[in-house]
């Protein structure tokens, strides 16, 4: 017998066109009256306004707090929360991509349980009040935070990104309707769409994947495989909307039971120090993290090449394995995804903390997850790889 498992998912997932019309009902069982957490952006699409009418239908108040501008910081989750303590919330939505569902996560806990957010990084000490009710309604098919216990905050102070992973963090309800994520520019469908298929591969290959997470991993890579080009071509394209959003979700619930692994450790330093969006960092490292880890997977690598290429059930697993690296560099390449160099991070300032970064990407924990743990030594190389790193679409031989 093998050993045990758990699986924790959001208690109720509303998923597909439309899904956003039930978040009136949702916010009705759960208060009376609701703190919005999201950006000048979806206030600029109408995407609060509808949330706000919405609730107004069931008879829920709201009040609501834009100031989500990046990557999610301490300081939007003190400002959220003043906010939310000061008009008597019981109840935070979040409307928007995962910096404003990483803060909303953040603010359903500091709401109850008084403590600066900071103090549960590492799994320091455990949350102990249950948050607020959390209502995620995701915006772009990436990051998959309405389907996970983990938030991740910078703490402005040290210019560290805060890894926290707890069972209280996950959502109560998650809604997941691919027309909101039809507003997204082609750079944020790319960067959302591989950070989506970084966490579906992270957790295959992890060195704590399970069958369930097995099951929603690989389902998440095929949907993603087959649609992020149409998305990302043909923005208004409904059913590779759904597709993502879907696989997207999947891939979210995946990693959040098994685990991420390298690229998650090495992208966070990327975005606490240079300002660069989570999903972009992830594409930037995860090809070379692949060329890196694969003598260590192949078996898992192998797995997938079939998602990419039917024909791939006639190779040997080293020959599969290295067309699924293959298969995700081009991806990258056809998705514009630059490297660090290209995204305008200098390399006298690069130099300067290559260090700093691999000691935060090690003590992040993620690392160790990955099926060839690196050294700190490896991880400053890989750094370097990555900077100036060529997408290659050269035909494999």
């Not at 989506?196 to 890579?221: C, G, N, R």
């Amino acid at each position: 017998m093998g050993e045990s498992h758990v699986v924790r998912t959001p208690q109720t997932v509303h998923y597909g066109k439309d899904a956003f019309k039930k978040i009136g009902m949702e916010a009705s069982i759960k208060g009376k009256k609701t703190l919005i957490i999201s950006n000048r952006i979806m206030e600029k699409l109408g995407y609060v306004s509808e949330c706000r009418d919405l609730l107004l239908k069931e008879r829920i108040e709201s009040v609501v707090y834009l100031g989500v501008e990046s990557e999610p910081t301490d300081i939007y989750v003190a400002e959220a929360l003043e906010l939310c303590q000061k008009e008597k919330c019981d109840v935070v939505i979040s409307v928007g991509g995962g910096s404003c569902i990483d803060t909303a996560k953040a603010v359903a806990v500091a709401a109850t349980n008084g403590i600066y957010i900071g103090e549960y990084m590492g799994g320091n000490r455990e949350i102990e009040q249950q948050p607020l009710p959390h209502i995620a309604v995701p915006t772009t098919a990436g990051t998959g935070s309405e389907a996970t216990d983990v938030t991740v905050i910078t703490d402005t102070t040290n210019d560290v990104k805060m890894m926290i992973k707890q069972p209280l963090l996950m959502p109560n309800v998650a809604i997941v309707d691919p027309v909101l994520s039809m507003s997204s520019p082609k750079s944020v469908t790319s960067a959302t769409g591989i950070d989506a298929l970084s966490h579906a591969v992270e957790a295959y290959i992890s060195k704590k994947a399970q069958p369930m997470t097995d099951m929603l991993a690989l389902s998440a890579i095929e949907k993603i495989v087959n649609n992020i080009k149409p998305a990302y071509n043909e923005g208004k394209n409904v059913d590779a909307r759904e597709a993502m959003s879907i696989g997207s979700m999947q891939a979210g619930m995946a990693f959040s039971n098994s685990s991420v692994c390298l690229v998650h450790g090495m992208s966070r330093p990327i975005g606490a120090l240079f300002h660069v969006p989570h999903g972009i960092s992830n594409a930037m490292l995860l090809p070379a993290v692949l060329d890196f880890s694969r003598d260590d997977c192949v078996n898992q690598l192998a797995d997938l090449a079939p998602l990419f290429d039917a024909e791939a059930e006639k190779l040997s697993k080293e020959e599969a394995a290295d067309l699924t690296v293959y298969e995700v560099k081009k991806l990258c390449y056809e998705l514009d995804v630059p490297n660090l160099q290209g995204w305008g991070i200098e390399k006298e300032k690069f130099e300067a903390v290559v260090s700093k970064m691999a000691e935060d990407a090690l003590a992040s924990g993620s690392p160790q997850n990955n099926p060839r743990v690196p050294t700190k030594e490896e991880v400053e190389e890989l750094y370097y790889v990555c900077f100036s790193y060529q997408f290659s679409v050269e035909k494999m031989s």
